[in-house]
């Protein structure tokens, strides 16, 4: 069965080229997929196939693409162009009769108010409006993206603008590793999976991190418009800062809460707690 891998370069697709493996897909079954194929060479010397694909270049996602009865689209990052990008992909994978196409999307995206999710509603209402069958992955923050953030946290505290509110949490490789399992199972075709571990407040986040690192670690919660002005302070672009503080407003609003165990299920385990999350982290 041959099952592709959009944007194999980024964290996230090349975690789950890696769990396919893992999971026992057969090397020349797996076709990775980028911009970038060079970046792939060590996939490529494991055996696995490397294609050049742009979402902004139809003509080589129908190369790239040919043969595929998987598909698994990563949702792209170039904000603006993602439903022209997307909806490229999914002509592709129709016209080279995939029976079966899994998409990255955002929580609640069909609902949620999240400035940041619009591009994968609109995603999935092409899914929906095409023949192709389809399993939504919508899947909730990565929890990188704080703990990433670990030695400003040391340095300055957590700053957000979440209030009360609770973000689902789960390491990139946890929803990787449940996208493969969507791509080697049966049985998904039509299911909306919301995925997500752990849910926390920002200042229970900080308290966990303050915990495991034992220095304290502050948390100040503010509002949304000065959370922004904070981030343009910081050099952030305005785009980036307005989106990053609509993403806080969201949490606050618990639109980035997934109370499902979606993710448990897939995985067939539970996903890492914060705690363990952040000794990872720290671990390096
Ligand atoms: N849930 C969350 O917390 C969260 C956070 C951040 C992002 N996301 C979303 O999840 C996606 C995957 O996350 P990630 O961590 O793997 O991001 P990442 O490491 O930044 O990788 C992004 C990937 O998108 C590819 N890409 C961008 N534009 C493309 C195009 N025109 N054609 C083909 N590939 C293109 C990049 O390819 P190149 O290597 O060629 O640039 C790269 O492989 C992101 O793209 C974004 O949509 C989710």
Redesign the pocket.
Same mark, same amino acid.
């Given at each position: 069965m041959s099952i592709v891998v +959009? %944007?194999a *370069? #980024?964290?996230? #697709?090349r975690a789950v080229v890696t769990s396919l493996l893992d999971r026992g897909a057969a090397p020349a079954d797996v076709v990775a997929t *980028?911009?970038?194929p060079e *970046?792939l060479a060590d996939l490529a010397d494991r055996g696995v196939q490397v294609r050049r %694909?742009? &979402?902004?270049e139809p003509a080589t996602l129908t190369e790239a693409l040919a043969g595929a009865e998987r598909v698994l689209l990563? *949702? #792209?990052?170039?904000f603006g162009r993602r439903v022209t990008?997307h909806t490229a992909v999914v002509e592709a994978a129709v016209a080279a009769g995939a029976g079966l196409l899994a998409y +990255?999307s955002a929580p609640h995206a069909a609902t949620t108010s999240l400035a940041l999710a619009a591009e994968h509603a609109a995603t999935e209402r092409v899914l929906v409006g095409s023949p192709i069958d389809h399993v939504l992955l919508r @899947? %909730?923050? &990565?929890v990188e @993206?704080y703990t990433g953030q670990l030695a400003t946290y040391r340095e300055h505290g957590l700053v957000g603008a979440t209030g009360e509110g609770r973000v689902s949490l789960a390491l990139?490789r946890e929803y990787a590793e449940a996208a493969a399992a969507v791509l080697l199972g049966e049985g998904h075709a039509g299911a909306t999976y919301e995925l997500g571990g752990e849910a926390v407040t920002l200042a229970e986040l900080a308290a966990v991190i303050g915990d495991v690192t034992g220095e304290p670690i502050g948390h100040t919660d503010v509002p949304v418009a000065q959370l922004e002005q904070i981030l343009l302070g910081a050099d952030l672009p305005a785009s980036a800062a307005a989106t990053f503080a609509d993403v806080d407003r969201g949490i606050a609003a618990g639109e980035l809460l997934v109370p499902t165990d979606d993710l448990t299920r897939l995985l067939g385990r539970a996903p890492l707690s914060t705690t363990d999350a952040v000794r990872e982290a720290l671990a390096g």
């Open positions: +959009t %944007a *370069s #980024g964290q996230l #697709g *980028s911009r970038r *970046s %694909a742009d &979402y902004s990563v *949702s #792209g990052d170039e990008q +990255t @899947n %909730a923050w &990565y @993206n990139r």
